[in-house]
């Protein structure tokens, strides 16, 4: 499930750390946003979603912040683990029966 | 394990083959979705089923062919691919096929990552 060869943004990390991965969309039609983390050699995974009545959710060790003002949408990463080491998409959904849009994604490396 | 079983894990094929790429998921779902991840670009959309209707065709080419046999089965035919085909492809499923949240977790398989040659 690897990336290899595409240029992402990557964000490094120390181990205990916050980390905070964030995401610009660009249709103001969007209304559910969702988090997936994909690790090496695996499927993306769904971490966590939030809907455009919102403007935070909190998770377990994870909190999705949503601006809707100037299309933002970030993930942070509470005290991060080797194990949180992955790229991470956002995803958005527009009203009405349409896919997920994914971004191009965020490697985030954790250091020991 | 996500519920989501994709084989071949691997595939090198050349650009006179024929393959088929298989996705099965074992979660009772509805909807089911081929994705391509490239290096160049970020995951794509290829086609969506729902209750075995296939509902998006996200105008890939027509060397690219999908067959739904039923709600746990997805298949992706391959004829006459390019070099550029190379990917990973990813099969999804999700409890169905709507508007906004209730489509919005995908269980996603561990990918076909093929060659062509």
């Known amino acids: 499930g690897e990336s290899v060869g595409l240029h992402l943004p990557t964000l490094s990390v120390q181990e205990g750390d916050n980390s905070i991965i964030n995401c610009a969309y660009s249709?103001?039609?969007?209304?559910?946003f969702i988090w997936y983390k994909q690790e090496s050699g695996k499927g993306p995974q769904f971490i966590i979603d939030?809907?455009?009545?919102?403007d935070k959710r909190q998770g377990q060790r994870v909190t999705v912040l949503l601006n809707k003002t100037v299309k933002h949408l970030s993930l942070q990463i509470a005290a991060t683990q080797p194990g949180d080491s992955a790229v991470y998409f956002c995803?958005?959904?527009?009203?009405?029966?349409?896919?997920?849009?994914f971004g191009k994604g965020t490697r985030l490396s954790v250091i020991a | 394990e996500t519920g989501v079983t994709q084989t071949p894990r691997h595939l090198v094929m050349g650009m006179t083959n024929k393959k088929s790429l298989k996705c099965e998921q074992h979660?009772?779902?509805?909807?089911m979705y081929w994705y391509k991840q490239s290096a160049k670009k970020p995951l794509e959309l290829m086609f969506v089923y729902n209750f075995k209707e296939q509902t998006e065709n996200n105008s890939v080419p027509s060397r690219f062919s999908p067959e739904c046999p039923n709600s746990s089965h997805l298949f992706l035919h391959l004829h006459t691919l390019q070099p550029e085909d190379s990917a990973l492809y990813l099969c999804a499923s999700s409890q169905e096929f709507l508007a906004g949240g209730r489509f919005g977790e995908l269980f996603f398989g561990e990918g076909s990552r093929l060659t062509v040659l």
């Open positions: 249709n103001s039609a969007s209304d559910y």
């Open positions: 979660l009772g779902h509805n909807a």
């Open positions: 995803a958005e959904v527009s009203s009405g029966n349409t896919p997920l849009v």
């Open positions: 939030i809907r455009s009545n919102m």
